[in-house]
């Protein structure tokens, strides 16, 4: 079956870095995302992997292992701003469609 | 560029009325997705369109549910007798077919509470 995991929730310190996981098992494989959705907001693009490896945009990170079938996002620097809930999903084929994990609420604290 | 719009953005109905949302996606999209999200927890696949082809329905998804995109561009997600269930936020959201990412652009959703 299909299935994403990630933590509920996690709290860190403004200023400092956390890393938020995600583990799936889904039937395929196509490229795993990773969204913000801030409170009654719409989800917004942070990140894409397909291959191996940690792609780095700015203060956001993020690494994939497609063997292990793991996949973090690194946000260094926090702000209080980065408060929200962060998405991962995965894409199994070429249809696009997506399979959505419930999300990690990240909490900031001065 | 204008972004993926929903109208409306709120949505309250008794139990029983039919309701009918509409999304208009970023202009040379042509994937268009609805999902449905409930309070902590991610958004659920609903459909999805390429041009004006449907070509997937959630299995989850009841005869209630009919969504169209007749010319490709706009489209409309109509929910039929609803229910208290169907309370949560309706969202829109669109992509590109082309190499690479395509990720998909969402829209500010309809939230819609039955009464």
């Known amino acids: 079956g299909q299935n994403i995991d990630q933590p509920t929730e996690m709290t860190a310190t403004e200023g400092a870095i956390v890393q938020i996981n995600c583990t799936y098992q889904?039937?395929?494989?196509?490229?795993l995302f990773w969204y913000q959705q801030h409170a009654g907001e719409a989800p917004t693009f942070l990140s894409y992997n397909v291959l191996d490896g940690l792609e780095e945009k700015g203060r956001f990170s993020s690494f994939l292992s497609r063997s292990k079938g793991y996949s973090y996002l690194l946000l260094k620097e926090l702000q209080m701003k980065d408060s929200a809930s962060y998405l991962c999903a995965v894409r199994e084929d070429s249809n696009y469609q997506l399979i959505w994990g419930a999300g990690t609420k990240l909490i900031i604290k001065p | 560029d204008t972004g993926v719009s929903q109208d409306p953005r709120h949505k309250i109905t008794k139990r029983g009325q039919n309701v009918t949302f509409r999304c208009d996606p970023i202009s040379e999209h042509n994937r268009l997705y609805w999902y449905r999200q409930t309070l902590g927890q991610g958004p659920e696949f609903l459909t999805y369109?390429?041009?004006?082809?449907?070509?997937?329905k959630s299995r989850l998804l009841s005869d209630r549910f009919s969504a169209e995109r007749p010319k490709g561009s706009f489209s409309t997600l109509e929910i039929q007798r609803t229910e208290q269930g169907d309370s949560a936020m309706y969202l829109c959201?669109?992509?590109?077919?082309?190499?690479?990412?395509?990720?998909?652009?969402f829209g500010p959703g309809t939230r819609l509470t039955v009464l």
């Open positions: 889904t039937s395929g494989f196509n490229g």
């Open positions: 959201a669109s992509s590109f077919r082309r190499g690479g990412a395509n990720e998909q652009f």
């Open positions: 369109f390429q041009n004006e082809a449907q070509l997937e």
